[in-house]
Nanobody
Framework: QVQLVESGGGLVQAGGSLRLSCAAS????????MAWFRQAPGQSREFVALIFWNTGRTYYSDSVKGRFTISRDDAGSAVYLQMNSLKPEDTAVYYC?????????????????WGQGTQVTVSS
Protein backbone atom coordinates (compact mmCIF):
# COMPACT_ATOMS: atom_id res chain seq x y z
CA GLN A 1 0.00 0.00 0.00
CA VAL A 2 1.41 3.35 -1.04
CA GLN A 3 0.94 6.44 1.10
CA LEU A 4 1.27 9.84 -0.56
CA VAL A 5 1.71 13.24 1.07
CA GLU A 6 1.73 16.45 -0.98
CA SER A 7 3.27 19.77 -0.05
CA GLY A 8 4.29 23.05 -1.64
CA GLY A 9 0.99 24.66 -2.55
CA GLY A 10 0.24 28.30 -1.89
CA LEU A 11 -0.76 31.65 -3.31
CA VAL A 12 1.16 33.10 -6.25
CA GLN A 13 0.61 35.86 -8.79
CA ALA A 14 -0.03 35.10 -12.43
CA GLY A 15 3.25 34.44 -14.22
CA GLY A 16 4.87 33.11 -11.08
CA SER A 17 6.14 29.65 -10.17
CA LEU A 18 5.51 26.97 -7.56
CA ARG A 19 7.00 23.56 -6.94
CA LEU A 20 4.83 20.80 -5.54
CA SER A 21 6.28 17.77 -3.81
CA CYS A 22 4.81 14.33 -3.21
CA ALA A 23 6.47 12.05 -0.69
CA ALA A 24 5.70 8.38 -1.24
CA SER A 25 6.10 5.49 1.20
CA UNK A 26 4.95 1.95 1.75
CA UNK A 27 6.02 0.19 -1.44
CA UNK A 28 8.74 0.06 -4.05
CA UNK A 29 7.85 2.49 -6.80
CA UNK A 30 9.67 0.86 -9.69
CA UNK A 31 6.43 -0.60 -11.09
CA UNK A 32 4.33 2.50 -10.55
CA UNK A 33 3.08 5.41 -12.57
CA MET A 34 3.11 8.59 -10.50
CA ALA A 35 0.76 11.36 -11.54
CA TRP A 36 -0.58 14.77 -10.66
CA PHE A 37 -4.25 15.64 -10.99
CA ARG A 38 -6.11 18.80 -10.08
CA GLN A 39 -9.64 19.77 -9.16
CA ALA A 40 -11.03 23.28 -9.37
CA PRO A 41 -14.19 24.28 -7.48
CA GLY A 42 -17.29 22.87 -9.14
CA GLN A 43 -15.28 20.86 -11.65
CA SER A 44 -14.27 17.24 -11.96
CA ARG A 45 -10.75 16.10 -11.19
CA GLU A 46 -8.50 16.31 -14.25
CA PHE A 47 -5.16 14.86 -15.28
CA VAL A 48 -2.13 17.16 -15.25
CA ALA A 49 1.05 15.09 -15.69
CA LEU A 50 2.52 11.65 -15.08
CA ILE A 51 5.87 9.91 -14.92
CA PHE A 52 6.78 6.26 -15.21
CA TRP A 53 9.03 5.64 -12.22
CA ASN A 54 11.20 2.95 -13.85
CA THR A 55 11.90 4.77 -17.15
CA GLY A 56 11.32 8.43 -16.35
CA ARG A 57 8.98 8.78 -19.33
CA THR A 58 6.61 11.71 -18.89
CA TYR A 59 3.27 12.77 -20.30
CA TYR A 60 1.36 16.05 -19.92
CA SER A 61 -2.07 17.46 -20.52
CA ASP A 62 -2.22 20.00 -23.32
CA SER A 63 -3.19 22.73 -20.88
CA VAL A 64 0.13 22.53 -18.98
CA LYS A 65 2.55 21.27 -21.62
CA GLY A 66 5.56 23.56 -21.85
CA ARG A 67 4.83 25.21 -18.50
CA PHE A 68 4.86 22.32 -15.99
CA THR A 69 7.54 19.69 -15.46
CA ILE A 70 7.13 16.45 -13.55
CA SER A 71 10.20 14.73 -12.16
CA ARG A 72 11.21 12.11 -9.61
CA ASP A 73 13.89 11.81 -7.00
CA ASP A 74 15.93 8.75 -7.96
CA ALA A 75 17.59 8.61 -4.57
CA GLY A 76 14.35 8.68 -2.64
CA SER A 77 10.65 8.30 -3.16
CA ALA A 78 9.49 11.74 -4.13
CA VAL A 79 7.79 13.20 -7.16
CA TYR A 80 7.78 16.86 -8.02
CA LEU A 81 5.72 19.19 -10.17
CA GLN A 82 7.48 22.37 -11.19
CA MET A 83 4.87 24.87 -12.31
CA ASN A 84 5.99 27.95 -14.25
CA SER A 85 4.10 30.73 -15.99
CA LEU A 86 1.12 30.08 -13.78
CA LYS A 87 -2.30 31.32 -14.84
CA PRO A 88 -5.44 32.00 -12.79
CA GLU A 89 -7.05 28.99 -14.46
CA ASP A 90 -4.40 26.78 -12.83
CA THR A 91 -6.07 27.48 -9.48
CA ALA A 92 -7.13 24.14 -7.99
CA VAL A 93 -6.41 21.53 -5.38
CA TYR A 94 -3.55 19.44 -6.72
CA TYR A 95 -3.41 15.73 -5.92
CA CYS A 96 -0.59 13.24 -6.20
CA UNK A 97 -1.67 9.76 -7.33
CA UNK A 98 -0.08 6.38 -7.93
CA UNK A 99 -1.01 3.39 -10.01
CA UNK A 100 0.84 0.08 -10.13
CA UNK A 101 1.06 -0.33 -13.90
CA UNK A 102 3.33 0.06 -16.91
CA UNK A 103 0.49 1.14 -19.19
CA UNK A 104 -0.06 4.85 -19.65
CA UNK A 105 -3.41 6.01 -18.28
CA UNK A 106 -4.82 9.41 -17.45
CA UNK A 107 -8.16 8.11 -16.17
CA UNK A 108 -8.76 9.29 -12.63
CA UNK A 109 -10.68 6.23 -11.51
CA UNK A 110 -7.85 3.88 -12.44
CA UNK A 111 -5.47 5.38 -9.89
CA UNK A 112 -5.49 3.44 -6.64
CA UNK A 113 -3.59 5.69 -4.27
CA TRP A 114 -4.14 9.37 -3.57
CA GLY A 115 -2.71 12.07 -1.37
CA GLN A 116 -4.79 14.54 0.57
CA GLY A 117 -4.22 17.39 -1.89
CA THR A 118 -2.57 20.79 -1.71
CA GLN A 119 -4.19 24.09 -2.67
CA VAL A 120 -2.70 26.21 -5.44
CA THR A 121 -4.17 29.67 -5.94
CA VAL A 122 -3.04 31.95 -8.76
CA SER A 123 -4.14 35.57 -8.54
CA SER A 124 -4.56 37.79 -11.59
Amino acid sequence: QVQLVESGGGLVQAGGSLRLSCAASGDTLSNYIMAWFRQAPGQSREFVALIFWNTGRTYYSDSVKGRFTISRDDAGSAVYLQMNSLKPEDTAVYYCAARRSKILTITTDLYDHWGQGTQVTVSS
